[in-house]
Each structure stands twice: as structure tokens, then as C-alpha cells.
């Protein structure tokens, strides 16, 4: 049997971008994301539209759209990467995170459910974000 070597958080961001692939890392393990398809890439759209309006207009901190990644655990690395995102202004860092992925889980990941998910894959999802310090998935 062959081990399969664990990737970290340093080892995703230094892979070269893949035109119309995406990874996330669970628990140090390579996984591709599928790409949306229409109505999800919509629905993930408009949810992230009406979340950074609310956002920006009480000044609450960042609302993100889809393709931002967020570090949940460095050893073994979790990143996940949610459709939409908000991190409150109390857990934004200093620097303002201008290089590398997200330090920390969001407070609210917005994870738009496709046909293709399966159950167990999307409550497992949905736990690790919640273990991590994410408020409402």
C-alpha cells in the first residue's frame, strides 16, 4: 500500500491555477470542487448581492463571493472554499489579509446545495464549519 502524501494550506497556495478547476483541502487531502452550474452560480450570486449591500450599508465587515478560501485548520489542512462569505469586522486581521487565503473560518458561509451533493458530503461540510468558529452555514 502506497501513502498518500498530505498536503498543507502552503501547498495548495503555491499549485498553479487550473483553468475551470478548484480545489479545497480536507484534512490535508486534495479535493476538486465541481464548477456551478447556471442556477447555482445564480442563486450564489444573488445571495452574496443582497449580503454585501445589508453588509455595507451597517458597515458589519466583509461580505465575499465565491472563490475566496478560507483556512479552517492547518494540521491536518482544511480549506474550504463557500459561495458566499461574511467575516465581521472584530475577525478581520490587521493587515487585512492582502496575500494567501482567508486566516480564519467566515462568520457566515453561504453553501448553495446542487443536485449532484450528496447528503453526507454536505453535512460533513457543513459540521467543519461549525467546528471552526462559523456561526450559521
Known amino acids: 500500500m502506497t501513502a498518500t502524501k498530505l498536503m498543507t494550506v502552503e501547498d495548495l497556495w503555491a499549485m498553479p491555477e487550473k483553468p475551470g478547476k478548484r480545489f479545497e483541502l480536507v484534512n490535508g487531502e486534495l479535493i476538486e470542487v465541481p464548477g ?7 442563486i450564489a450570486a444573488v445571495l452574496y448581492r443582497l ?3 445589508f453588509v455595507m450599508e451597517r458597515n458589519l465587515g466583509m461580505a465575499v463571493p465565491d472563490g475566496i478560501a478560507f483556512i479552517l485548520q492547518r494540521d491536518p489542512a482544511i480549506v ?6 461574511f467575516i465581521s469586522m472584530a475577525r ?10 482567508f486566516p480564519v473560518a467566515p462568520d457566515i458561509a453561504v453553501e448553495v446545495v446542487s443536485t449532484y451533493d450528496l447528503a453526507k458530503e454536505v453535512d460533513a461540510k457543513v459540521d467543519q464549519y461549525l467546528q471552526f468558529g462559523t456561526r450559521l452555514v
Open 36 to 42: 456551478a452550474a447556471y442556477r447555482h452560480g445564480l
Open 51 to 53: 449580503m454585501f449591500a
Open 80 to 85: 474550504r472554499v463557500p459561495d458566499a462569505a
Open 92 to 101: 478581520i486581521p490587521d493587515d487585512n489579509v492582502a496575500v494567501g487565503f
